[in-house]
């Protein structure tokens, strides 16, 4: 037997149990800092079931959450829990999770099938075990026709379904997806969003990052909001976007005569500023959007100006982040 | 406890054979595996070739004693007037009873021709061409004083394996430089190629190719997260990795040998077909190797887990290791330093093989160095031997265990302490890898 190398002192001689009654992932006041860059400054959280977006821009600090949950970094101060345990200092609560990196570096010399076998039997299966539960995964993330393809030969969003594939294939009871629609095609977003779904009503806890508003709130209403290592806001999607209705918004409309639409849109009342960006463009400032939108088809139409474009140009995450930070981004 | 231990061992087997597959898997689809194994075998089979010309190439008799030379030009060798009684240097003295013999046949005539030698004197020689025997006086004859004459004493110590060689004038004085020389060179390329070219240069170039990205390369390719994300301590995928490494490097040493041992060993000199007493030493050299090349391959693995650019390190340690590996072969065992080393060490396995194997091998080369006798008084008023050729190199890559233990239990704990060094630097590269932070 190899000494239990994961652990200080002497071997465990209890089989390691999960904590029952905790939440699935606990973070109290946990800071990482290199050197003098605080990446993750006193962050607590619990999160247990449902799906779950972590919100932030490049840099936020969401990789270096997933990062410490998966013990692949340790934190500064603070403690971190995973179904109950360090997992800095023991691996065992891995069983019981799926990760899906960030990093876009795959094997690309194995086939799909390969690849996931090869990491559940990781998970202590035997070949027969891993082969049967490899089929079903790939199966499940709508990859069963190619999955003895090479992966190199797969395009980004097929490979991005391997790696989900391979994080689910222990049957995990929480998933942790890093960014897994980043760079995909409107295909496999939808394919990756549902099986996002799914897994969400199966009753897993699903933690998902990403840096695009629209995505995260096609999945899930629960989100967290991450700056600058901080969390700025958790909670529930629509709340958060009702409070930024109060708040100047602006729209941008592509059209061929500016000049002539912009005087129509001065008639609707909630519209309280009007600017030209461009020649080919009117930006619309306004403290209530939903009201500028409803009336928008029928001024265009009364205009007689032809509009190719409508644009929100500050309905994103920049513009929460602009809102919550009190412009200090 | 049973059961216990069944299920351990069945978990155990399961990730342990998923990793090591997995890593064999990868290397045999890099072309640097192959370039790194095609490379490394030609330059071996190439020295070969240097070894088969030379296997094949006759060398060159030399008339130690000069009794081939006509002095008197009479017709008659030196040699033949002796035997016959007459005076070589006159030229109205010669043996007419006989026809000349042509000069060839008084070249090699007196060949070294011991038995084994046991420790002790040995009393051995014998005057085949008559050159002694036909002296005048018996002191001439008997000019070792050891009683008997034409004969040579050999005093043996076998504990510090030296050989004392007081020899009667004209015995075995013209040895066949063919027959030493084919042996003894044959032994020298073993032990050459075998200890430098395979032991270090291999044991050392396979893992600083092979294995000092083992976890680096995973590292700084981010591919190490998908292995970090499952229930495995780092130590053991660092050692389930080093399998891999193994199961890809020891079947290549092992096959390089053996291809290195049925040529030579049908090529080499030698009565029967096949040189059968080789193989232990080829044994020797492949079981070194392999030990050597894990160890080096945990250290270097190591290396890579520490600094992005451990390769640096490894050619540092590397030079160490050369620097070991000179001192451990040219030392002849003599020298305590290289027990500092990894190489060191695996010399000592190559120096019980061949003990255990070419028992002679020693007395070969005390019999090649000494050469017939023949020679001049230096400075210090010793004798300075003619040695045979190929006696000076095997004398240089042969060595002595010198551990003071009997020859195999030499063996036994260089590969123990071998086997210590691996585990021990398994662990200390666990130790690092454990509180690095993966990025």
């Known amino acids: 037997m190899i000494p239990d190398v994961s652990q200080h002192g002497s071997a465990e001689t209890t089989e390691w149990k999960p904590v029952e009654n905790t939440p699935v992932i606990m973070f109290d006041r946990v800071s990482k800092s290199y050197g003098r860059i605080n990446a993750m400054n006193s962050v607590s959280l619990g999160i247990s079931g449902g799906v779950t977006g972590i919100l932030g821009m490049n840099g936020a600090g969401k990789s270096t959450l997933f990062k410490l949950m998966m013990g692949k970094i340790k934190p500064s101060s603070g403690a971190i829990r995973l179904f109950g345990t360090d997992p800095w200092k023991n691996p065992a609560p891995y069983s019981r999770v799926g990760f899906v990196p960030e990093h876009e570096k795959m094997y690309d010399w194995m086939t799909a099938f390969d690849f996931v076998t090869t990491f559940a039997r990781l998970h202590g299966m035997t070949r027969e075990e891993a082969s049967k539960e490899a089929t079903r995964v790939l199966s499940f993330v709508s990859l069963g026709d190619v999955m003895h393809k090479r992966i190199g030969q797969f395009s980004k969003g097929m490979r991005q379904r391997v790696k989900i594939a391979h994080a689910l294939v222990n049957d995990p009871e929480l998933i942790i997806l890093d960014e897994p629609l980043q760079g995909c095609d409107p295909l496999a977003r939808t394919t990756i969003m549902n099986v996002i779904k799914e897994l969400g009503a199966m009753g897993r806890t699903v933690l998902v990052s990403s840096h695009i508003l629209h995505e995260i709130e096609r999945i899930t209403e629960q989100i967290v909001i991450l700056h600058r290592g901080r969390i700025l806001a958790l909670g529930n999607s629509h709340a958060i976007r009702e409070m930024l209705d109060q708040h100047p918004h602006k729209i941008e409309l592509e059209c061929d005569e500016p000049r002539k639409l912009a005087r129509s849109m001065l008639a609707i009342d909630e519209v309280t500023g009007i600017s030209f960006s461009s020649p080919t463009k009117l930006l619309i400032e306004t403290q209530h959007l939903g009201e500028v939108h409803k009336k928008l088809p029928s001024t265009i139409m009364e205009s007689g100006s032809t509009v190719t474009a409508i644009d929100n140009p500050d309905d994103d995450l920049q513009s929460i982040l602009m809102y919550l930070t009190g412009g200090a981004l | 406890m049973s059961s216990r231990m069944d299920t351990i061992w069945a978990k155990l087997d399961r990730k342990s054979t ?367 031997y003619v040695a045979l050729p190929a006696a000076e190199p095997l004398a240089a890559f042969s060595g002595s265990p010198n551990l003071g233990v009997s020859n195999w239990l030499s063996f036994l704990i260089s590969t123990l302490v071998l086997v210590f060094q691996g585990a021990m630097f398994w662990f200390i590269g666990q130790s690092i890898f454990k509180g690095k932070e993966v990025d």
């Open chain 2, 18 to 384: 998923a990793i090591a597959e997995f890593t064999m898997r990868q290397y045999r689809t890099r072309i640097s595996t192959w370039v790194v194994m095609i490379a490394s075998a030609l330059a071996l089979f190439l020295m070969l070739l240097f070894y088969i010309e030379a296997m094949n190439t006759e060398i060159e008799a030399i008339d130690n004693d000069g009794d081939s030379f006509d002095t008197d030009g009479d017709g008659y060798p030196d040699g033949q007037e002796r035997l016959e009684g007459t005076n070589p240097n006159s030229a109205e003295s010669f043996p007419d009873w006989v026809e000349p013999d042509p000069p060839e046949k008084w070249i090699n005539e007196d060949d070294i021709d011991w038995e084994i030698l046991g420790d002790g004197e040995n009393y051995v020689g014998n005057d085949d061409d008559g050159d002694c025997t036909n002296l005048d006086t018996s002191s001439q004859r008997d000019s070792n004083d050891n009683g008997r004459e034409c004969d040579i004493l050999v005093t043996v110590d076998a504990l510090n394996s030296t050989i004392t060689v007081d020899a009667d004038a004209n015995v075995d004085e013209d040895p066949d430089e063919e027959k030493y020389g084919k042996e003894a060179g044959h032994r020298s390329f073993i032990l050459g190629i075998g200890k430098f070219g395979i032991v270090y240069l291999l044991g050392i170039f396979l893992p600083l190719f092979l294995a000092t990205g083992l976890i680096r390369e995973e590292m700084s390719e981010g591919t190490i997260h998908y292995m970090l994300a499952k229930p495995i301590a780092r130590g053991e995928l660092l050692l389930y990795r080093m399998l891999g490494y193994i199961g890809i490097t020891w079947p290549f040493i092992i096959s390089i040998c053996v291809l290195l041992c049925l040529i030579t060993g049908f090529t080499g000199p030698g009565d029967g077909f096949f040189r059968w007493s080789d193989i232990g030493v080829w044994m020797s050299i492949a079981w070194a190797t392999m030990l050597v090349s894990l160890v080096y391959g945990t250290i270097f693995c190591g290396f890579g887990i520490i600094w992005k650019n451990g390769v640096i390190l490894a050619i540092i340690f590397a030079a160490w290791e050369l620097g070991m590996a000179f001192v451990a072969i040219f030392s002849g065992g003599d020298s305590s330093i290289r027990y500092m080393s990894v190489i060191g060490w695996g010399m000592i396995i190559v120096d019980a093989g061949v003990a255990i194997s070419w028992p002679d091998n020693w007395q070969l080369i005390e019999i090649g160095l000494w050469g017939g006798g023949h020679g001049e008084e230096n400075w210090l008023g010793e004798m300075a």
